[in-house]
C-alpha cells in the first residue's frame, strides 16, 4: 500500500496552466504504475493518464492529449500533470492512484489502488 497526497490545484481562466503534483509515502514508489484520474461535479470519475515505473510509457485519453503531459520523478517519490490550454470542460477534482496490477494499458477506475484525497481544478471561462 502506498499513501498518495496531489497538491497544485487551483482556479485559472480558460487558456491558461497548471501543474498538479502527487507524492507517495510508503513503498518503493518506483514499484508503481501510477494514473491521474478526474471527477467533475454529477460525473463519475475518469482517466485522464497513465505513467510506466520509469516514465519511458504515458498513456492519455483523447480529451487531452496533447494538451496534458505525465510524469514522473522517483528521486522525489512524485508524479506529475502538466496542463496546458486548460478549458472550461476540464474542470474537475483531480485524483492520483497506482494501478493495481502493474499495465499501463488499464483505465478503469477499479484497477487503481490507493487513491488521494483530490485536488480541485477550476478553469473559468
Known amino acids: 500500500q502506498v499513501q498518495l497526497e496531489e497538491s497544485g490545484g487551483g482556479l485559472v481562466q480558460a487558456g491558461g496552466s497548471l501543474r498538479l503534483s502527487c507524492t507517495a509515502s510508503?513503498?518503493?514508489?518506483?514499484?508503481?504504475?501510477m494514473g491521474w484520474f478526474r471527477q467533475a461535479p454529477g460525473k463519475a470519475r475518469e482517466f485522464v493518464a497513465v505513467?510506466?515505473?520509469?516514465?519511458?510509457?504515458?498513456s492519455y485519453t483523447d480529451s487531452v492529449k496533447g494538451r496534458f503531459t505525465i510524469s514522473r520523478d522517483n528521486a522525489k517519490n512524485t508524479v506529475y500533470l502538466q496542463m496546458n490550454s486548460l478549458k472550461p470542460e476540464d474542470t474537475a477534482i483531480y485524483y492520483c492512484a497506482r494501478n493495481a496490477w502493474g499495465l499501463t494499458s488499464q483505465r478503469l477506475e477499479n484497477q487503481y489502488r490507493d487513491w488521494g484525497q483530490g485536488t480541485q481544478v477550476t478553469v473559468s471561462s
Open positions: 505513467v510506466s515505473r520509469t516514465g519511458s510509457t504515458t
Open positions: 510508503g513503498r518503493p514508489f518506483s514499484d508503481y504504475v
